[in-house]
């Protein structure tokens, strides 16, 4: 089991999916609402304070960022959702860029969809989690900014989340509380990836063609 993240290199930025190199190493995307905390979430769990970029402007990840850990897997962080001031093309080009990244990236084994607990449930999340689950993508909601908010009210915004997707899931998807500042959730997640990994791996050899039966 790993307890961190020994080395990991910003690989590049890409504007398409299609300009991206394919891998055969496990891919995590990390996704979710403009401002709601992915930068920081990446440095957290990757003990970086400089890994990603961090901005008080929503909206500026317009690309696609990826980074390749020692440990044998890639971490995608994704454009952000839901910022108004970004022009509606732009929107819908990335919109388009994004589904077609999550529909075709073979190699892509699970979204972590960042929700911000510290406030209620937003429609746009609930509206993009219900897409994921329709569409059959592994998914873990990761509860960002659970150190903003008092435990009473941030209990009430999990009970409320949970109820919304109860109307449509049967079993309701991994859910982690985290903090970037504390390091809350860093091991649980870094437990998820692992555990992802060796299922991926194993996936990987069960596929590969035996040697003996081609000769």
Same mark, same amino acid.
């Given at each position: ?88 093309? +732009? ?10 990244? /999550?529909? %075709?990236? @073979?190699? &892509?084994?699970? *979204? ?59 079993? +309701? ?10 390091? /809350?959730? %860093?091991? @649980?997640? &870094?437990?998820? *990836? ?22």
């Amino acid at each position: 089991m790993w307890s961190n993240i020994h080395h990991i290199e910003f690989e590049g930025s890409y504007g398409k999916w299609s300009s991206l190199k394919p891998h055969q190493v496990p891919e995590f995307c990390f996704w979710g609402r403009s401002n709601v905390g992915k930068s920081s979430l990446l440095n957290m769990l990757c003990h970086r304070k400089d890994l990603a970029r961090t901005s008080a402007t929503p909206g500026k990840t317009q690309t696609f960022n990826l980074y390749k850990s020692n440990l044998g897997f890639n971490f995608m962080d994704l454009p952000g959702y839901g910022f108004a001031q970004v022009s509606r093309n +732009l929107r819908e080009q990335w919109q388009h860029e994004i589904q077609a990244y /999550l529909s %075709k990236r @073979e190699n &892509l084994c699970c *979204i972590f969809l960042l929700i911000d607990i510290s406030i209620p449930p937003q429609k746009i999340d609930l509206e993009t989690i219900s897409k994921i689950g329709h569409s059959g993508w592994p998914l873990i909601l990761t509860l960002t900014k659970a150190d903003k908010v008092k435990p009473m009210k941030k209990s009430a915004h999990i009970l409320a989340l949970k109820d919304e997707l109860k109307k449509e899931w049967e079993k +309701l998807p991994v859910m982690i509380e985290t903090s970037s500042e504390s390091g /809350l959730g %860093k091991a @649980e997640l &870094l437990e998820q *990836i692992y555990f992802i990994c060796q299922e991926y791996n194993r996936s990987q050899m069960k596929s590969a063609p035996d040697d003996h039966q081609l000769k």
